[in-house]
């Protein structure tokens, strides 16, 4: 996705209202990091600096409580055992690890992985470079309201498929996969289920053990943690599953990834899920009221918008809507005081939109016209208010200049248009 | 990206937009790109039968703010040129006035398509329009 960057100023300027611009509203790309996971995280950068792996002094110890302490809260908010809790750098490597991990170590029992078309590209990427190495990938389509048919998923596993990957919640359109029903159907054809989850933890009830996960994918920059960090739970027994690691060395997290631990992350990351685990009802909660608000005071004044995925099964902060006849990344250049993104691509070489929104059926057109909002923690009523008269205005004024809605509203059927080739 | 003062400029005041009635005889109409590429341009040009000057240009795109500016500066551009002077407008001078990163030349080249698309309809309604008995001198 394309975002604006918003154009304004590093420092905050208070508006007429009393919110203060540019308003953050990109919680799917990253979130601000909590004061209570700073604040937990300070003393390990400087009196508490051991490294986790030193046994035999006091400093080394520290670290190494520190580190058990985050192991078991993140446990708990996912309902594993702090033992089947490894630390990586964040998603991406988490899903470089379990894929290549899974797909390595049980090479012998089979070649062929199953996903879906909207993952994120860590995993499509990854099942790509599997593919190169003689593996065999299936790409699950999705149905219109992004949801993968489980019918399609149970034809789809042979007796050479050894992992099903597939997401928790998409990080554009935020579509919760039936990741239950998949991860039984898993387990009851012996396949190994791998979620990257990252956009759903702490924001949605993940629990490994009733849900049937064998890997999961987590990062904490997505749930009010600090970036650079992040953790992959790997099930220990019904079934053991072993990964072959990525990163040789010390032998570090059970073998499964060497290097000496971030420490500090560790424990930001820890801290952001312990609070999750507390918070998450209320929050969840709130924030879906905030996200609906935003979508019932936009759609009520505009015509022609579409919520892009389904709108029942989805994470409560996401709100993603194409507004047709009006380009999106015209659109986010519109509203530069807030920070949001497009599923436009007007600045990628391929011109491509959104693969995820094309993934739908949503045509091209569409595509272009979406903008994704991501609500989180800090969003506030004001801000929403604030946020969608001014997607409001701007789409009005947009319109006004656009030859799609001037031809939509004279009667000509855009599809029938025999559209002039274009010279590049 | 960050866009340049000139691109935002043109995207927060956009020069001659609208729409002039494309029936007529004097008006050129040109529309150019297409909704799934994410760039549409519909440029319209006003010209003086007698001098071959445009008097009048109008625009309306759907795009992103390099192709909303480069087309609002095609309008800007053209009008009080002749045909001939305004069909020697080149994409490259538009990247450079708004400086268009390469990501955003095919937006300037849409523009210059427009200009084109613009003019040759209108030439051509120009050539139906002949009488018959001049064509055959």
């Known amino acids: 996705m394309s975002n604006n960057g918003n154009t304004a100023t590093q420092e905050s300027t208070p508006s007429a209202n009393g919110i203060k611009l540019p308003i953050y509203m990109d919680n799917h790309a990253t979130t601000p990091l909590d004061p209570r996971v700073l604040e937990e995280m300070l003393p390990y950068f400087m009196e508490k600096f051991g490294n986790a792996a030193s046994r035999n002094h006091p400093f080394g110890w520290a670290a190494e409580e520190a580190v058990e302490l ?29 894929i290549k991990g899974v797909a390595e170590m049980y090479r012998e029992k089979g070649n062929h992985i199953i996903t879906a078309v909207t993952e994120h590209k860590a995993v499509l990427d990854t099942c790509k470079h599997l593919e190169k190495g003689g593996f065999r990938v299936t790409y699950l389509p999705v149905q219109k309201d992004g949801l993968v048919d489980l019918d399609e998923l149970k034809r789809a596993i042979d007796d050479k498929t050894i992992l099903v990957t597939i997401m928790a ?17 898993c387990r009851e054809r012996g396949v190994i289920f791998h979620s990257d989850a990252v956009q759903a933890i702490g924001k949605v009830p993940v629990d490994v053990t009733k849900m049937n996960l064998d890997i999961v994918s987590i990062t904490a920059h997505k749930l009010y943690g600090p970036k650079g960090v992040g ?61 609906n608000r935003l979508k019932d005071s936009i759609m009520s004044r505009l015509d022609e918008t579409y919520i892009n995925g389904s709108v029942e099964h989805r994470l409560p902060g996401n709100l993603n809507i194409s507004f047709a006849y009006v380009e999106g990344e015209s659109l986010l250049m519109g509203i530069n005081d807030i920070a949001v993104s497009s599923g436009s691509a007007c600045t990628s070489a391929t011109l491509e939109p959104s693969y995820v929104l094309k993934a739908l059926g949503t045509g091209d057109d569409l595509a272009h016209s979406s903008i994704r ?10 801000e929403v208010d604030y946020v969608a008269d001014r997607v409001v205005e701007t789409v009005q004024r947009l319109r006004e200049l656009s030859p799609l809605y001037e031809m939509a509203k004279e009667g000509v059927d855009l599809k029938s248009v025999k559209w002039a080739a274009e010279a590049h | 990206m960050a866009y340049s003062d000139k691109v935002i400029d043109h995207y927060n005041h956009p020069r001659n937009v609208g729409s002039m009635d494309k029936g007529s005889a ?51 551009w ?60």
């Open chain 1, 70 to 98: 985050s192991r078991e809260r993140i446990a708990k908010l996912i309902g594993a055992t702090a033992k089947e809790i490894i630390f990586t750098s964040g998603a991406t490597e988490s899903d470089n690890l379990a």
């Open chain 1, 373 to 382: 909002f991501g609500i989180g923690r800090f969003n506030t009523e004001a």
């Open chain 1, 169 to 185: 919640a998409n990080n554009e359109i935020g579509v919760l996969q039936p990741i239950a029903e998949i991860g039984k159907l």
């Open chain 2, 78 to 137: 053209v009008k009080g040129k002749t045909i001939d002077q305004a069909l020697e407008i080149k994409n490259t001078e538009i990247v450079k006035e708004l400086a268009l990163p390469p990501v955003k030349i095919h937006c300037s080249v849409l523009a210059e398509d427009a200009i084109r698309a613009a003019i040759g309809d209108w030439k051509k309604k120009q050539e139906a329009a002949k009488p018959v008995a001049v064509q055959t001198q």
């Open chain 1, 231 to 291: 953790a992959l739970y790997v099930r220990r027994k019904n079934p053991r599953v072993q990964l072959v690691p990525i990163i040789d060395g010390g032998g570090h997290e059970r073998g499964m990834r060497s290097g000496t631990l971030n420490v500090p992350g560790i424990v930001g990351l820890g801290k952001a899920c312990a609070i999750a685990a507390e918070d998450m009802p209320q929050e969840a909660c709130k924030i879906a009221g905030l996200r």
């Open chain 2, 26 to 76: 004097d008006v050129g109409t040109g529309l150019v790109g297409a909704p799934e590429c994410g760039d549409v341009m519909k440029l319209q040009i006003k010209v003086n039968p007698q001098t071959n000057v445009i008097e009048e240009a109008k625009f309306k795109t759907f795009g992103c703010g390099s192709a909303i500016a480069s087309s609002s500066l095609a309008t800007e």
